[in-house]
């Protein structure tokens, strides 16, 4: 049997929809809810094994558009970059605060991109940043956490 | 009630009232492009300023925020593949495309003139059918409303790309599964957190929209950089920016409209149902009438494609005006918000508001359609400059589409764990999207999770466990029947096909 990479995602489908059930099978409910016609786990239930139904159709149904995606032309490396970039945002921008941080990440990300002009890199990052900031934070009045800014007396 | 239209015209065309339309059209467009600022956020972000105003006055300026907002999450859909609301989730399907096809402005244009007539038609609609609109809204119940979802979910899988409707309906069942994460709404016992506190309040809708459209488009986007068939098209700035709509598409969109108008509409009236189901109902409609070559065109940027959710959804907020204004039921997050406001200018609603705040009700209704005209005005010659976007270069335009999701997230929750949430779904929806494992009905089905088990919940509660509500009531047996007349007609073109 010719298995191709469809079937590999339905069978990992299949797999997380019969652990989604087992574990919605373990939802707590309510004593006096435990025989209702509806509870807490009831839906999840039906969608566990509705996620069973539809993905064992599909790894028993022959697949007539299989789907090919030439690996060797993606583009992992710069991807992955991008990806670990925005997780170390993600991890910084509470402590640091939102200036800093997102400045950096959009500098960053232009830099492993390919981008080498300096200036607009510069312009597109930290003027940028400094002027959606202004736009949320004192404009539309939305909170912004900033320890960065505060500690040096920008930020109130 | 033609003395009712005079009172509302005095009021809503006063220098000051205008006025406030305007301002409202233009801020609401500018937040609604901003990703996690909707069409809600932005009439919250007003309350405070309508207080200085006479009620009509506040409610129109809110009308025009609300115009303008969705508007605005119209041309982040089109230009990057960030809806910042549900209700513009299916305008991307087609205007996304398009802008691809370096024919922005063109897709702006189309949106801008659908939402134009869509709102026109529709507040004709409300004019003559308000008040006994109410009386049909009232009308559905708890069974009608889990059929009208079976129906939506099921449709936008069967009308999904040839041959995908088992991958659809995979999508559809895990977006239901994403959308059953946190407390449950009746007994608060929190469900697939697993103890993590961060999970309790479920996961939010621009973060799985940000990560399932803007996120992984633009990892993609990276993914494919060296894909020759993939190589993004040079398009000059002129074509880029223009909006001139040639013959042939007006055609196509004067047959759009009027019946995308119908349905936004009817959708808009029932509480609860809104601008989303209204945009995907009426893309699967348009799917199902158009001849087979333009359905082929459908997701690759079909004018029709784009007109009847753009159409739909606007019409859809006029609609949701009437539970509001008659009988006091919002139909959807924002009309709820404005029936606070309402509250607070001392207004109540209901089926008396016509009669005893006729300046109120009617004023209300006319700004909709004065609101509409300035906002095509405002707009219409602001395109060409706002479809320069996809000029700047992918090196910039990729970080920023990530800095805007993250922002859209962090202003939301103000937590690490979403962030890294979104990430990893991006990542997932990314390798999903290589094998054309479609993302449309993962969104829908997460818009529609809570509102269907709540549907369900009731009906079965109702009924005593027994499923015979799915029949016992005509309206719930005609959606039903409907919903298997496409599954039945979707198998049956399928294996037509074949032989």
């Given amino acids: 049997m010719n298995i191709n990479t469809t079937k590999i995602i339905s069978l990992l489908f299949f797999i997380f929809s019969a652990f989604y059930l087992y574990t919605a099978y373990q939802i707590q409910v309510f004593a006096f809810d435990e025989n209702a016609p509806f509870n807490a786990r009831t839906f999840p239930i039906y969608l566990g094994y509705a996620g069973l139904f539809f993905s064992g159709l599909k790894l028993i149904l022959p697949d007539p558009n299989t789907i090919k995606v030439e690996h060797k032309s993606l583009e992992y490396k710069k991807t992955g970059i991008l990806i670990l970039i925005a997780i170390i945002y993600g991890a910084t921008i509470l402590k640091v605060g939102y200036f800093l941080t997102t400045s950096l990440f959009l500098f960053a990300s232009y830099y492993f991109l390919g981008e080498r002009r300096w200036i607009l890199m510069f312009l597109l990052s930290f003027p940028f940043v400094a002027v959606f900031m202004y736009l949320l934070h004192g404009i539309l009045d939305i909170y912004l956490r900033d320890p960065f800014l505060q500690s040096i007396g920008v930020m109130g | ?499």
């Avoid at chain 2, 609301?85 to 702006?108: E, H, I, N, R």
């Avoid at chain 2, 959710?309 to 039921?329: D, K, Q, W």
């Fill in chain 2, 1 to 499: 009630m033609i003395e009712g239209i005079l009172i509302g015209l005095t009021t809503a065309l006063t220098f000051q009232n205008i006025l406030m339309v305007m301002i409202g059209c233009f801020f609401g467009t500018i937040i609604g492009m901003l990703p996690g600022l909707g069409p809600m956020t932005a009439i919250a972000l007003m309350i405070p300023i309508t207080y200085g105003f006479d009620p009509a006055t506040g409610l129109i300026l809110m009308a025009g925020v609300y115009y303008g907002a969705v508007f605005g999450g119209s041309t982040s859909s089109i230009l990057l593949n960030a809806p910042g609301v549900p209700g513009t989730v299916a305008t991307s399907f087609d205007g996304y495309p398009m802008a691809q096809q370096g024919k922005a402005g063109k897709a702006l244009a189309i949106a801008a003139w659908s939402s134009f007539a869509g709102g026109t038609l529709s507040a004709i609609y409300l004019l003559f059918m308000a008040p006994s609109l109410s009386k049909v809204s009232l009308s559905f119940r708890s069974p009608d409303y889990f059929a009208l979802m079976i129906l939506g979910l099921t449709a936008i899988a069967a009308f999904s790309s040839k041959g995908q409707f088992l991958k659809a309906m995979m999508m559809v069942v895990l977006g239901l599964m994403l959308a059953s994460v946190g407390q449950d709404s009746l007994s608060d016992i929190t469900r697939f957190t697993f103890n993590n506190m961060n999970l309790t309040d479920g996961i939010s809708f621009v973060l799985v929209v940000m990560a399932t459209f803007a996120m992984s488009e633009a990892l993609t986007i990276i993914l494919k950089r060296n894909d020759p068939t993939s190589a993004a098209k040079q398009v000059s700035l002129t074509e880029l920016g223009s909006i001139k709509i040639n013959k042939e598409e007006r055609t196509k969109m004067y047959k759009t409209i009027p019946r995308s108008s119908v349905i936004g509409f009817l959708i808009g009236v029932l509480p609860g149902a809104g601008a989303t189901i209204a945009s995907f109902l009426a893309y699967g409609m348009e799917r199902n009438v158009v001849s087979d070559e333009e359905k082929e065109k459908f997701g690759k940027g079909s004018v029709n494609g784009l007109s009847a959710p753009e159409t739909a959804n606007n019409a859809a907020c006029s609609g949701s005006f009437v539970p509001m204004l008659t009988l006091g039921i919002p139909g959807s997050g924002t009309t709820a918000v404005m029936l606070g406001a309402l509250l607070g200018f001392g207004v109540q609603p209901g089926p008396r508001l016509y009669m005893t705040n006729p300046e109120i009700f009617w004023s209300i209704i006319m700004s909709m359609y004065i609101g509409m005209v300035i906002l095509l005005i405002l707009n219409l010659p602001l395109i060409p400059y706002i479809a320069r976007i996809l000029a700047v270069p992918k090196n910039y335009l990729i970080p920023l589409i990530l800095f805007f999701s993250v922002t859209g997230i962090y202003v939301m929750s103000f937590n690490n764990f979403d962030i890294y949430l979104m990430i990893g779904i991006a990542v997932v929806a990314t390798f999903l999207r290589l094998y054309d494992f479609p993302m449309p009905p993962l969104i829908l089905a997460f818009v529609l999770g809570g509102l269907m088990e709540e549907n369900l919940r009731r009906s079965l509660l109702l009924s005593n466990g027994s499923w015979e509500f799915l029949w016992d009531r005509t309206l719930t047996a005609c959606i039903l029947a409907t919903t298997i007349l496409i599954v039945v007609w979707h198998i049956y073109k399928t294996f037509r096909k074949k032989n």
